[in-house]
């Protein structure tokens, strides 16, 4: 999958595409006005945080309406019938985090579309998988309806793997 796609809008060309440097401080006033305006904190997250992962955005011609990242993570399943065996399977996959719409723009569907790109995009890379955990209560079933946790992709991927 490519990593910019065109999403039908009959108002704006309306697009997903991987976040750009020049996108930070926009992302970033994203986030002052969606999860917190502490200072401190985004600093962390834009200046540490943010060239280790990868940043998505749904945007117009004219501004981001939603952005997501995905941090890359590797699990390590080792055999716990024989540890001093070193068998081990690593799955490689993605941590969705900082899943945010602006207001303006919400119950468009936006996120979920932003969400079924990132999890197509990694997908044709090869990733195992993507899980997330919803920062509130009220997102689980956004984030069930997904179908992106890791439970059911790892144990897809487990039943395949040849034995030795």
Request: glycine content about 4%; some cysteine.
């Amino acid at each position: 999958m490519a990593a910019e796609s065109i999403v039908n809008n009959k108002n704006k060309r309306e697009y997903i595409r991987l976040a750009a440097e020049s996108d930070i401080c926009a992302i970033r006033e994203i986030w002052r006005n969606i999860f917190t305006p502490d200072e401190d904190y985004l600093d962390v997250i834009f200046n540490n945080l943010y060239p280790l992962l990868d940043g998505f955005v749904y945007t117009n011609d004219e501004k981001i309406l939603s952005v997501a990242f995905a941090i890359p993570i590797t699990l390590i399943q080792r055999d716990v019938k024989d540890i001093s065996a070193h068998k081990a399977i690593s799955y490689n996959g993605r941590y969705l985090y900082g899943v945010a719409t602006i207001e303006e723009a919400r119950g468009r569907g936006l996120s979920r579309m932003l969400v079924k790109h990132i999890k197509d995009y990694y997908k044709s890379g090869g990733e195992d998988f993507i899980i997330t955990r919803p920062a509130e209560e009220s997102l689980f079933q956004f984030y069930k309806a997904q179908r992106h946790f890791l439970g059911h992709q790892v144990m897809a991927r487990e039943q395949n793997e040849p034995s030795t």
